[in-house]
């Protein structure tokens, strides 16, 4: 019977069977030991013969490798023991082997920091970025000042000799039919008597200036003369502003300045001796820590001011979902579907978050704008359209809108067993549609379009019911229902917000549309609104130049303001702590209002904060490290808001093709 062991340096071998890893129906023979050879160790005989020739010394038998092997092991084992146990019990290494039992813990201490330090440097770049927007700001107020002046002087010279010229011409001008003395009888005696009194005094007037231009007229010929020089040597010479053409050098000069300034700061390890990698690392106190920090940001018109503030609303990285596209608008249809559209293409998603699904629905010919949702009730459907549960009454409709000109209502099923199908199309747009608000009657929803005009819509008979064309003079950009069967809110680009009065009949029937008032302020172009529950009389209003303002639209007062971001607020959400736990709308400080800024990559959070001595509001907010890129300002909705057991946030990061959802914890 033949060995399973093989005889080696006096010892007993266990027989080997490896197959060679290249050439697989080969019988593995030899290992080649140099430490430093790329090839594969383990050989047949054909490796061999093709491996390097100068490590034939060192190719094996695999018996004798495996002797040599265990040999060694068992002679150095022991002794890298000893040394790693001497090594261990020496204070001089203590931090290091902390390091490497706790690896995880210790990487994500340095990685917090290194977060830390980006934010510290953000910070100052946000800095210099309003500086040296303030000071852009200046000069062109300071050259905006110099034109004004120029132009109020040439209005007040020509308005001077506009006059003197009239008042010279006046009796050939307006009174040159009074020498009829039918004339100037018929005059006077239709006027008032103190109207006739002015007329005659009027005319004595012009009368004498016509008498002394005659006797002079080569004095009055000159003094028309110096007028017209006048006027003309202005005219000559209008202020004339030069464009700068040669900015790369300019921005070129700027760059190496602030990037010289920038890196001076930063001390990297060849930049001094010693790494700071242990207690100074992480006593900074401005990192960044695994919990997160609230921020209090004060406006002195100057900088803001970022204090941390002990009373926290927690936020925690929950999850994040790659994409395939770059989500533009998206809407919450329950905890876990969301509609989601891109300016990429003309088709509607449904992603369902669970089972990481998405399902694409076709019916728009350009890309989607805006995406909401409404409930309606089984009673206004036609029942061949039925679109959810049986269980209850009342259906979701999904409302996109497009660049096509169109808004369409789409049937929704939560369990997804149903195809999502059109339920009505409405037509008939001039313009593109922007914003869409439900005026929850179950039957009709108001839009705002690119050029201001407001509708409303029966959505089960696709018409239009009430239209206007007239108040706003600009793009929509946001509509919220102030209350029920009454009143609802529009805002527009052309810096007005309208409150809009609406008449119901006993069916619940809207009878007429009409304006209550409208509200004209600073607000420094509206970009984005969103309503306080708890106070309809309180909207939160987002600007072009990045202000979030709260405003009390009934006495027209600003209540709070803040500079939120450097560039448009395009978004706003609403998230308030009462109404997720189903109370009844009240003020509460733990509020949260999400707002996004367009270009500047990052999304805040804030609170708003009522003085209980004083009554007065403000804004305390905390700067969230999402990198984002927000371009489309044509397209809303990018955050949304999912109640279920946790209320959680959804942001669509369109750089990255992700969606990021994080928890809220008040």
Known sequence: MESQYNIENNGLIPKVSLTCPVHTLEKATNICCETSCQKNAIMCQQCKDAHAQEHAKYIKPIEKFISQATTDVENHAKKNKEFLNEIFQNQEYQQLFRYIQDSEQHLNKVENHITGQKVLISEDITNILTYFGDTCTKVKQVMYSKLDDFFQHYKEQFSN???????????????????????????????????????????????????????????????????????????????????????????????????????????????????????????????????????????????????????????????????????????????????????????????????????????????????????????????????????????????????????????????????????????????????????????????????????????????????DKSNHKAKITGLCLTKKFDKFISSSEDNTIIVWKLKYNSNKQIESMAVESIIQDEFSGITSINQAKFDPSLVFIGSKLGSLKLYDIYSKKMIAETNAHQTPVLDLTLVEENLIKNENPKFSQKMALLSLGVKDNYVRMWRVVKNKETGEFSFVGLKLDVNISIEEMNSKSKVQILMGDAPKFVLANEKEKELLVYEISF
């Open 161 to 467: 000799n506009k006059n003197l010229i009239e008042e010279y011409f006046k009796l050939s001008k307006s009174y040159q039919f009074y020498n009829n003395p039918n004339n100037l009888v018929s005059k006077l005696s239709s006027e008032l008597p103190s109207n006739a009194n002015y007329f005659v005094s009027d005319l004595k007037k012009a009368i004498e200036n016509a008498k002394q231009m005659n006797k002079n007229k080569q004095f009055y010929s000159k003094q028309i003369k110096k007028m017209e020089n006048n006027i003309n040597q202005m005219m000559d010479n209008l202020p004339n502003y030069q464009p700068y053409t040669d900015f790369d050098v300019l921005m070129k000069e700027l760059q190496q300045n602030c990037e010289t300034f920038m890196k001076k700061n930063l001390l990297m390890q060849q930049d001094y001796h010693k790494l700071l990698v242990n207690k100074d690392l992480l006593s900074n106190p401005r990192s960044s820590s695994s919990q997160q920090q609230n921020f209090q940001i004060i406006n002195d018109n100057k900088n803001m001011l970022i204090l941390q503030n002990s009373d926290e609303i927690q936020l925690k990285p929950l999850k994040k979902f790659q994409l395939e596209i770059s989500v533009t608008s998206m809407t919450a249809l329950s905890d876990i579907h969301l509609a989601l559209a891109s300016t990429t293409d003309n088709k509607l998603r449904i992603f369902e978050s669970q089972q990481k699904k998405i399902h694409t629905i076709q019916g728009h010919s350009q890309p989607i704008t805006y995406l909401t949702k409404i409930i309606t009730e089984d009673k206004y459907m036609n029942k061949s359209k039925e679109n959810s549960r049986d269980k209850s009454n009342q259906k979701v409709l999904l409302v996109s809108a497009s660049r096509d000109f169109s808004v369409i209502l789409w049937t929704f099923d939560y369990d997804m067993k149903k195809n999502t199908e059109i339920y009505s199309k409405l037509i008939g747009f001039s313009n593109i549609p922007t914003t869409v608000l439900d005026l929850q009657d179950f039957q009709n929803i108001v839009t705002g379009d690119t050029s201001g005009e407001i509708c409303i819509w029966d959505v089960h008979n696709s018409n239009v019911k009430f239209q």
